[in-house]
């Protein structure tokens, strides 16, 4: 964990006597409370200002965590805090360049990887309903999105139904819009 608080962390983790296994505060709060448990996955995003937007959904809608992938900036970049306004400071990040290692590690927390993507096999995000409770939503690169072969260790691929002549949002916006929508419709 990395962020203010990184430091509480060890003192903020508690053994489960039944399964052995040890649960953090976060995870304790989103078990309590039956709220998703959402992470970002900012995979080759070029844009710093587009990371740091990243950072002012997650902290806005309380995603537990940005991870940032393969060659996006992190926040220790002066352009993503500039925009990130402190929220880069209040929700916890963590880098992994590796998609593949990064996707093995979540799996193995329990995460369904969810790809915000225009591809075939997509599913509306206005019908789509998260079959797990913790959810990796994956954004890719601005110009190219999310390359097929991540595309393609996805669990689930979503696209936001528009009506323009342009089927593009910027990474951020859409982002949001998926990030929101994976919230409100989760039945957990």
């Given at each position: 964990m990395k962020g203010p608080l990184s430091f509480l962390h060890p003192f903020l983790s508690f053994v489960n006597l039944n399964t052995g296994a040890i649960l953090d505060c976060f995870d304790i709060c989103y078990t309590l409370t039956g709220m998703l448990k959402l992470h970002l996955i900012a995979h080759n995003i070029r844009s710093a200002e587009n990371v740091g937007s990243l950072f002012r959904t997650a902290d806005a809608l309380g995603a537990a965590k940005i991870w940032i992938a393969g060659y996006s900036p992190g926040p220790e970049h002066v352009k993503v805090q500039k925009t990130a306004l402190g929220a880069e400071k209040s929700?916890?990040?963590?880098?992994?360049?590796?998609?593949?290692?990064?996707?093995?590690?979540?799996?193995?927390?329990?995460?369904?990887?969810?790809?915000?993507?225009?591809?075939?096999?997509?599913?509306?995000?206005?019908?789509?309903?998260?079959?797990?409770?913790?959810?990796?939503?994956?954004?890719?690169?601005?110009?190219?999105?999310?390359?097929?072969?991540?595309?393609?260790?996805?669990?689930?691929?979503?696209?936001?139904?528009?009506?323009?002549?342009?089927?593009?949002?910027?990474?951020?916006?859409?982002?949001?819009?998926?990030?929101?929508s994976i919230l409100v419709n989760s039945t957990h």
């Open positions: 929700v916890a990040w963590e880098r992994e360049e590796d998609a593949k290692k990064l996707f093995d590690i979540l799996r193995a927390e329990g995460f369904r990887m969810v790809g915000l993507e225009l591809d075939p096999r997509a599913v509306r995000l206005d019908v789509y309903q998260p079959s797990a409770d913790k959810v990796a939503l994956v954004l890719g690169n601005e110009v190219d999105g999310i390359p097929p072969w991540v595309r393609d260790m996805c669990d689930d691929l979503i696209f936001i139904p528009q009506h323009g002549i342009k089927e593009s949002l910027n990474v951020s916006v859409a982002a949001a819009i998926a990030s929101y």
